[in-house]
């Protein structure tokens, strides 16, 4: 119990002994643990770039590969950045350790509420995406959708709980399957002269003139929604074997690379093709088909996507649990999720992160486009606080070539905040609201938590030397309602506790002959301790022991409460539960110490 609520006490907290790296991450395994979400994004970025590009017609579609360009720069400043982030802050944690330690606790706590935020809408969005894709090849299944996500979800919960390495594992062949498909496309597309089909197109919208920069910013920030999962490496360092950092460093770069080779080859094939927006069909589809044609190897792109989308969402289940810990160490979240099981699984985050999306999920009715507006808000926040803390670092440590990489954090802090204030405002009433109500609820709450703490670390006199223990004179009360075995050994074990035993016998009107046979059965057996009996006229159970704890001269007493232990969990419901009563009243509304003596009785089967 201790271990909840003491403030020192999260990072001593008895554990399973770490045996070895064999439940850690290599770096194939990263990054097919960790960035799912990323790679998954590739499925939806580009589609997010022209369906705002297509308001303007040919000439707005024109620029999909300049704003996918900037999309790829501003994802070479994150990589490199995280990849400085992980040598610096090696226990993990990404933008909430870089905002904790050089921008100050308000601004980590803000990192750690938008990452939240973002793990928790990443799980969402990717189920029901997964969804969403199996359904349209399905339509029978729609009716079910909601159940679909739901059993989606349990599937990955249940993975990722044998252990992150376990789901690595799992999740390599489908990670690989889908990456060879997507640049399978990208290859066959671009060696081929002309679409292998007919490429739809839908009616053209106004002129680019009309909306100028601002479609253009409205373009980049969608296509930004690309970048969610980039961080996710930097926040599980500790999940990696070891050399942990370079092995952590090696994944963020080979996943850098991968996503910007496949979103650089997605949009040049929509140039290429003349992709537009068509009800129905996702743009990565006419992609595929025009660069494969309808055989097999479509549906093999198509099923891979299926399969990845639904997946994506392992990079949370990874990320998470792990900056969870770091909030919990830092009193900022309540220690339970500071707690690993074995196969350094941290149960408590995944357990939150499953209940979390899964409300989610339920209350959209599984529809992914009421959830995506929400999902990149977050995770800008979060980008721009570590670029800023990044910044503040060199500044302060000033290594070799540190002002060149200081003013490559200030741009890449720049573009975030330049992407996170235009996907606000422009997803505002399409439920950005929420986030933006959400965050500052997040903080407070995290504050409060950290109060919380404070104020028991403060009665613990935690940080001082306390005077050394010397006895004091102690009773112990022995509630009683009977002379047998169970009476016996709880007094034996009272007599061995403290100076004073007394046993506490509580009658009710209408009890008396009942009464009066339990004290000729006591006086019978002198057991040579003082018996007090209680008469409460509103047969309650807990009152009158309160009340008369409240007048016991001494200081230090114990309450030894006797239990029967049955064999079988089923056999609680044959016991009256009158210890867990008087436990729970007793710890609530007095100091005594409250010992609960299970009394293990073989009922059978």
Not at 82 to 94: D, T
Not at 188 to 196: C, D, N, Q, T
Not at 396 to 419: E, H, M, Q, S, V
Not at 562 to 572: D, G, I, L, N
């Amino acid at each position: 119990m201790s271990a909840l609520l003491t403030p020192a006490a999260a990072p001593a907290a008895k554990e399973p002994s770490d045996t070895g790296d064999r439940h850690r991450l290599s770096v194939v395994g990263g990054l097919a643990a960790l960035s799912l979400d990323a790679m998954a994004s590739v499925a939806y970025g580009p589609e997010a770039i022209v369906l705002v590009l297509a308001l303007a017609g040919g000439a707005g579609l024109g620029f999909t590969v300049p704003v996918t360009i900037a999309i790829a720069v501003l994802l070479a400043v994150l990589t490199f950045s995280y990849r400085q982030v992980i040598a610096a802050f090696p226990e993990g944690g990404g933008a909430y350790g870089v905002a904790k330690t050089h921008l100050g606790r308000n601004a980590g706590l803000v990192a750690g509420a938008s990452l939240i935020v973002d793990y928790v809408l990443n799980v969402a969005v990717s189920v029901a995406a997964g969804v969403a894709a199996l359904t349209s090849a399905f339509p029978g299944l729609l009716p079910y959708t909601v159940w679909l996500c739901l059993a989606v979800l349990a599937l990955v919960t249940a993975v990722n709980l044998r252990g992150i390495a376990h789901s690595a594992r799992v999740f390599i062949v489908p990670t690989a399957l889908y990456v060879g498909a997507v640049l399978l496309v990208i290859v066959a597309g671009l060696v081929r002269g002309e679409p292998a089909t007919a490429v739809e197109h839908a009616a053209q919208a106004q002129n680019l003139q009309a909306a100028g920069v601002l479609l253009l910013l409205r373009a980049f920030a969608n296509g930004c929604a690309s970048l969610t999962g980039v961080e996710a490496i930097a926040n599980a360092v500790p999940s990696f074997k070891r050399p942990r950092v370079r092995r952590a460093q090696n994944a963020e770069v080979a996943l850098g690379l991968l996503l910007a080779v496949m979103l650089l080859g997605i949009a040049t094939l929509i140039e290429r093709f003349a992709i537009t927006p068509v009800e129905g069909v996702t743009v990565l589809a006419q992609v595929t088909r025009a660069s494969l044609g309808d055989g097999p190897l479509f549906y093999l792109v198509q099923f891979s996507t299926v399969v990845l989308l639904a997946l994506a969402a392992n990079t949370s289940f990874g990320g998470l649990p792990v900056l969870a810990q770091l909030l919990a160490e830092d009193n900022n979240l309540p220690h339970l999720f500071a707690l690993r099981a074995d196969r350094h699984v941290h149960r408590y985050g995944i357990g939150f992160l499953t209940l979390a999306s899964a409300a989610l999920l339920v209350v959209a009715g599984g529809d992914m486009n009421l959830l995506v507006p929400l999902f990149a808000i977050g995770v800008f926040v979060g980008f721009t606080l570590s670029q800023a803390g990044m910044v503040r670092h060199w500044i302060i440590d000033r290594p070799a070539g540190w002002r060149w990489r200081a003013a490559l954090n200030g741009f890449g802090a720049l573009l975030t905040a330049l992407a996170a204030v235009v996907v606000t405002v422009s997803k505002f009433t399409e439920g950005g609201w929420l986030i933006v109500v959400t965050l500052p609820l997040m903080v407070v709450a995290m504050r409060w938590v950290n109060r919380s703490y404070a104020r028991i670390g403060e009665r613990l006199e935690l940080g001082r030397t306390p005077a050394p223990p010397r006895p004091r004179r102690s009773l112990v009360v022995v509630p009683v309602h009977a002379v047998n075995r169970l009476t016996h050994d709880a007094l034996a074990a009272a007599l061995s506790l403290g100076d004073r035993v007394i046993a506490v016998n509580v009658t009710h009107p209408g009890d008396e002959r009942a009464a009066h046979a339990f004290v000729e059965a006591w006086e019978r057996w002198h057991p040579d301790v003082e018996l007090v009996q209680i008469l409460d006229a509103h047969r309650r159970l807990d009152e009158p022991l309160v009340d008369y704890l409240g007048h016991v001269p001494e200081a230090h007493v114990f309450v030894l409460i006797a239990e029967v232990e049955p064999t079988h969990a089923w056999q609680r419901m044959l016991q009256n539960q009158r210890g867990a009563v008087l436990a729970r009243a007793l710890r609530r509304r007095t100091d005594a110490v409250v010992c609960r003596m299970r009394f293990r009785v073989p009922l059978g089967g």
